[in-house]
Nanobody, 121 residues
Framework: VQLQAYGGGPVQAGGSLRLSCTAS???????????MGWYRQAPGKERELVAA???????NYGDSVKGRFTISRHNSRKTVWLQMDNLKPDDTAAYYC?????????????WGRGTQVTVSS
């Protein structure tokens, strides 16, 4: 499984970006079983959850992004998006796409390479 994330870049505070993550080497029926998420890590800080969307479409957001970010997925395209609005300098970080499947036999975790988001004031 490979996760290809893109869409990061520089943006001014108050602006918007849309991150995309597409899974390859994974058939559609398997993708639908995975919970998908976005995490971020700023220099000197721990990696934190930004947003997640379950296989059933339920969503979960980090407190700092609630009301500003929206996660969505399109299963037939094997893609998950993160719409980021009203960006703040504190949102500056490398953003990582994650695919997770928890089953009775354990947990499968896949990570994409980070895409850098830099928000200037």
């Amino acid at each position: 499984v490979q996760l290809q994330a893109y869409g990061g870049g520089p943006v001014q505070a108050g602006g918007s970006l849309r991150l995309s993550c597409t899974a390859s080497r994974m058939i559609f029926s398997v993708f639908t079983q995975y919970d998908m998420g976005w995490y971020r890590q700023a220099p000197g800080k721990e990696r934190e959850l930004v947003a997640a969307i379950g296989s059933g479409g339920n969503t979960n957001y980090g407190d700092s992004v609630k009301g500003r970010f929206t996660i969505s997925r399109h299963n037939s395209r094997k893609t998950v998006w993160l719409q980021m609005d009203n960006l703040k300098p504190d949102d500056t970080a490398a953003y990582y796409c994650n695919a997770r499947l928890v089953s009775g036999t354990g947990r499968n975790d896949y990570w994409g390479r980070g895409t850098q988001v830099t928000v200037s004031s």
